[in-house]
């Protein structure tokens, strides 16, 4: 049984930065794509940024392109999400994600993840 545990969410001024880390169990780590999405109020779960098996093939949704990396470490089973010069729209409840096929996981698209966090709270005031 997958689980995922997100974790380094909480409240930053807009220019500052975030560590998001997500600590998984019940599966093996390093078989699965992962992904990172959010979902601001009264808007849909998007896409953030994803990552292959093995770490080195990384994707971003434009509007996060270099200012968030994405990297895992599976000898600790951890995913991470890097956010610098965060904006205020950037808050978000923030989704930790596994893809067992890892089909279509470059996309960002939700459908292409099974199994989810319960999140982690992102709040940017300016």
């Not at 995922?4 to 019940?26: F, I, K, M, T």
């Not at 992904?35 to 292959?52: D, L, S, Y």
């Amino acid at each position: 049984q997958v689980q995922l545990v997100e974790s380094g969410g909480g409240s930053v001024q807009a220019g500052g930065s975030l560590r998001l880390s997500c600590a998984g169990s019940g599966y093996t780590f390093s078989a699965y794509c992962m992904g990172w999405f959010r979902q601001a109020p009264g808007k849909e779960r998007e896409g953030v940024a994803t990552i292959n098996r093995g770490g080195a093939g990384t994707y971003y949704a434009d509007s996060v392109k270099g200012r968030f990396t994405i990297s895992r470490d599976n000898a600790k089973n951890t995913l991470y999400l890097q956010m610098y010069s965060l904006k205020v729209e950037n808050t978000a409840m923030y989704y930790c994600a596994t893809s067992s096929s890892c089909d279509n996981y470059y996309a960002l698209r939700r459908d292409a993840f099974d199994s989810w966090g319960q999140g982690t709270l992102v709040t940017v005031s300016s």
